[in-house]
């Protein structure tokens, strides 16, 4: 498993400490969008525009999903990779 960095903006900070409770939600729909990028760098072997020996896949946009949770409706932008599928769980 390769090691991921979160980045989180001053603005995105401000809102977290705002009080309303509308900061956690912000903070980890941003989070969780970085690590489904660092998943799609993995699996295809190349970081966002990079060019690679290793690449075994490339970047075809995203998907919007919500995701429900308590602390608020998440929006996520999944990635989707050419010559790919995510794996099963269901095989072995």
């Given at each position: 498993m390769t090691e991921t960095n979160v980045t989180v903006d001053q603005g995105l900070m401000r809102e977290l400490f705002s009080g309303d409770g509308g900061g956690v939600a912000k903070l980890m729909e941003s989070m969780l969008?970085?690590?489904l990028s660092a998943q799609a760098d993995e699996a295809a072997g190349a970081g966002r525009y990079e060019r690679s020996e290793g690449r075994t896949s490339y970047r075809s946009g995203t998907r919007v999903r919500t995701l429900h949770t308590r602390v608020g409706t998440?929006?996520?932008?999944?990635?989707?990779?050419?010559?790919?599928?995510?794996p099963s769980f269901t095989d072995g």
């Open positions: 969008n970085q690590v998440l929006t996520l932008q999944v990635p989707q990779l050419r010559d790919w599928t995510y």
